[in-house]
């Protein structure tokens, strides 16, 4: 009897975006008398953070700082139409209809802008610092705050834009299965070491080393946060969750979190995170989206590693030290 | 974490001004102060307490339903049966023309899992509800039940589900939505090696730590507030005006930040019964599950079993796939017949095959509703598939790194739904997972692309 190591690999991709598409976004922006910015939208944010990202592709676009723009959402009354945040959409989908709102909006800014510095739109560009400029004249510049004041005040004008975002739905052809289920995939591959007890088929997840390409991190901090929490879900998939332990029948299903386990602090895994970024051709500035993608490929990568640990394959998940004795025991009378 | 910015650097082009820089969250010290509010931090005068009335049996037929006792209990204000709800037979994805409607908002002379909704009582105290709840008699004429997806799909069994007839979910292509490409046979044929093997998975719960819930309160104007922490406003605002045939201009939908939906708040549950019960009792009402209700009662992610059929050279060339997945629905469709087309279009994996093969099943059981969870469609198919690559590299005694780069899909390769691939990276992820794992690879491999044409 002994404690064993192994390693395991597992790639995969996943899809951005509800299958088959057919799952649209609006956003509208608005700026306010002194030239702030806000969004509004109906998407929720489920903790993720998707507010902020939100800001940041409305400032990136309109040429503010991040602070300048205000996320109004999940509000019916108020917000344009979003089909939800899930399938690894929100991103993508609310950060396009973002783009294009923000665009509009951009637009009218820097006409009214032209107007008050008599030149064209065209040759006018954001420093990003709060300011319009000539381009190559930056000495020739205004504050968005002063447009925002000459739009409202003295021209009329609304700086606002309409977003909307949609891949139309495809069909899946009957007999072939023809379809286009989505229009970019992120990427992962992970590595795990395991240690297994092979007297008590404990399991310690000793390091997951995560790779993922997700077209662009538009936030790496966020990012960062929802690919180490991924990576622990999938950990958790692989040798804990269940509501149904011994499935198909019905009984012993945990009611609480005393009952339906899941790694606490002290099981976690030393886990490396890399980003890889190959933008995609319609996501906004490349990105797609991770948010599921992130919790898969440890699953497999945890149970080839109790292979290589052991030398047997655990095929139903989750991967529990009873299944593991199980397998090891027929093993030996095999 | 660490940007590998080498990678893809001639594709991409940086030096954005807000994109890519690590900006601190704005809602972060609320969250960790306490200080963010949630929907259940609302509460109104006069507001009542729905509790649920709910299926001791897997599969059963009503026979009466008695709520004298309850009604007298202290503190109760009003019961709700199924004649009560005014469309109380729904689906949720009806509004993408997905059928057929199949589940009812509260039991209606069936139930079809243990758990399944059959009386809200609403009460001045959560605890009233509760107690009264206990006091509701239902006569139940106990059914069998089906609970293995492989039973299920036999002749003769117990028929689940009356809206569909039979005990899988009947898409326009069939019993199963299908893939075809090439010729599984003849790939078979040809293969040096075959291996099939099958993966099973159980359900799978959420665990947010915010459970689902919401807070209607029925406003001066006619109108309702729904204070609610779903994942998608519009969609359970639109359902709940099918279900309560109620104008959507009278609902208005309000949410905020979400303790956690992983999927789990997806469903439209909650949102329907409570404004039905503000509705006929003018008064605010709060509906939230349990921890033991979000754990049981809320829809998990479904089991699925994955049957996987390969054909292999022996110089590491997959050359047949064929895959047959199963998700097991329990007793209503719910997300699941998406999960389950989802699945479809995944396999055969990232991998270019030139013979694909797959079949994947909706099935219907006496259980938990599944629906939508994180990655539901993939989650387990990757799981399978990735293992089975495991297993295919031994059987051919090749290293199971450098197998994926054998097969991995690039740039122009022909996926089996007949999409050209666009956009791959998986060569590049491996290439750097072998870097940092010191797994290391032949340098054939290291000098791979996924979109560039080799030398």
């Keep these: ?38 969004v509004t939208l109906s998407s929720v944010d489920l903790g993720q953070g998707m507010k902020q990202i939100m800001a940041q592709i409305c400032a990136e676009t309109i040429g503010v700082p991040t602070d300048r723009v205000v996320i109004d959402t999940a509000d019916t009354d108020t917000g344009p139409h979003c089909m939800g945040t899930f399938a690894s959409r929100g991103t993508h989908r609310a950060g396009n209809a973002v783009i294009q709102a923000a665009k509009e909006a951009r637009q009218v800014m820097l006409e009214v802008a032209a107007e008050e510095l008599e030149v064209n739109a065209s040759d006018l560009e954001t420093d990003g610092q709060g300011n319009i400029q000539v381009k190559g004249a930056p000495q020739k510049s205004i504050s968005i705050f002063d447009v925002a004041l000459s739009a409202h005040f003295k021209r009329g004008r609304s700086i606002s834009g309409r977003g909307m975002f949609l891949i139309p739905r495809s069909y899946p052809e009957k007999e072939t299965g023809a379809m286009k289920p989505s229009t970019c995939y992120a990427h992962a591959c992970t590595v795990a070491e395991v240690e297994v007890d092979d007297e008590t088929g404990e ?80 996501g906004p500035f490349g990105a797609k989206g991770p948010g599921e993608m992130c919790a898969n ?38 | 974490m660490e940007l590998r910015k080498d990678y893809f650097a001639d594709v991409r ?80 994805l009806i509004l993408i023309q997905i059928g057929p409607e199949d589940e009812t908002v509260l039991a209606d002379g069936k139930v079809r899992w243990k758990g399944e909704a059959v009386v809200a009582v609403l009460a001045e105290t959560e605890r009233a509800a509760q107690e009264a709840a206990a006091k509701v008699k239902v006569d139940y004429e106990v059914l069998p039940a089906v609970f293995d997806m492989e039973e299920a799909l036999k002749p003769g069994a117990p028929l689940v589900n009356e ?44 665990a947010p730590t915010e459970t689902t819930g919401c807070v209607v309160v029925p406003e001066s104007n006619d109108r309702f507030t729904c204070y609610t922490n779903t994942q998608a406003m519009f969609f359970t ?62 829809s998990p992610r479904a089991a699925e079993k994955v049957v996987i059929k390969d054909g292999v050279m022996k110089d590491g060339r997959i050359v047949a796939r064929k895959v047959t997945g199963y998700t097991d629905a329990g007793a209503y469709s719910r997300h699941s017949p998406y999960g389950a087309q ?104 290291m000098a791979m692309s996924s979109y560039r044409k080799e030398a």
Excluded at chain 2, 258 to 287: H, S, W
Excluded at chain 2, 437 to 445: D, G, S
């Design chain 1, 1 to 38: 009897m002994a404690i064993r190591r192994g390693r395991g690999v597992a790639a995969i991709n996943y899809p951005t975006g509800m299958n088959l598409g057919g799952d649209p976004t609006q956003a509208l922006v608005h700026s306010t008398p002194t030239g702030n910015f806000m």
């Design chain 1, 203 to 282: 399991v310690t997840v000793l390091a997951v080393k995560n790779v993922f390409e997700i077209g662009r991190a538009l936030n790496p901090k966020m990012v960062e946060q929802q690919l180490v929490g991924g990576s622990w879900m999938g950990i958790s998939h692989a040798l804990y969750e269940t509501t149904e332990p011994y499935y198909p029948n019905r009984d012993h299903g945990g009611t609480d979190f005393n009952q339906y386990l899941m790694p606490g602090p002290g099981d976690l895994a030393k886990t490396e995170i890399i980003v890889l970024e190959r933008p995609s051709a319609d």
């Design chain 1, 297 to 334: 490929p440890q699953i497999p990568a945890v149970a080839n590693a109790v292979f290589d640990a052991v030398g047997v394959r655990v095929d139903t998940l989750p991967i529990t030290p009873e299944r593991i004795l199980r397998a090891l025991k027929a093993q030996a009378a095999g």
């Design chain 2, 13 to 92: 082009k940086d030096g954005l001004h807000e994109i890519g820089q690590p900006r601190p969250r704005l809602d972060s010290p609320g969250h960790v102060t306490g200080k963010t509010a949630y929907f259940a931090d609302r509460n109104f005068p006069g507001m009542l307490h729905l509790k649920m009335v709910r299926s001791p049996h897997h599969h059963a037929r009503i026979r009466s339903i008695d709520t004298s006792e309850a009604e007298k209990h202290p503190g109760v204000v009003k019961i709700l049966t199924a004649k009560d709800v005014p469309h109380n037979v729904y689906t949720i």
């Design chain 2, 163 to 206: 809206y569909h007839g039979q005990n899988y979910y009947l898409y326009d292509s069939g019993e199963c939505r299908k893939v075809r490409f090439g010729d599984v046979e003849a790939g078979f044929a040809g293969a040096d090696h075959i291996l099939e093997q099958s993966y099973q998975s159980s359900p799978i719960e959420h």
């Design chain 2, 237 to 298: 605002l639109d359902n709940a005006s099918i279900i309560l045939q109620m104008p959507g201009s009278k609902l208005h939908f309000v949410g905020g930040t979400v303790g956690g939906g992983f999927g789990g708040k997806v469903d439209v549950i909650v949102e329907p019964i409570a404004i039905l019960a503000a509705k006929l009792t003018g008064r605010p009402v709060c509906f939230i599950y349990s921890r033991e209700e979000e754990m049981q009662i809320s």
């Design chain 2, 342 to 445: 989802k699945g479809a279009a995944h396999y055969p994996g990232p991998y270019t095959i030139p013979n694909v093969w797959i079949d994947t099943y909706c099935v219907y059981t006496n259980r938990t509703p599944s629906s939508a969870m994180r990655g539901f469609g993939v989650t387990i198919g990757d799981f399978a598939l990735e293992v089975q690559m495991d297993k295919l590299a031994r059987l051919i005694g090749m290293d199971p790194l450098e197998f994926r780069f054998i097969n991995a899909y690039r740039d122009g390769d022909m996926k089996a739904h007949r999409q050209p691939t666009e956009g791959a990276a998986l060569i590049e992820c491996m290439q750097e997972a072998s870097r940092a794992a010191n797994w290391p690879v032949a340098e054939k491999y």
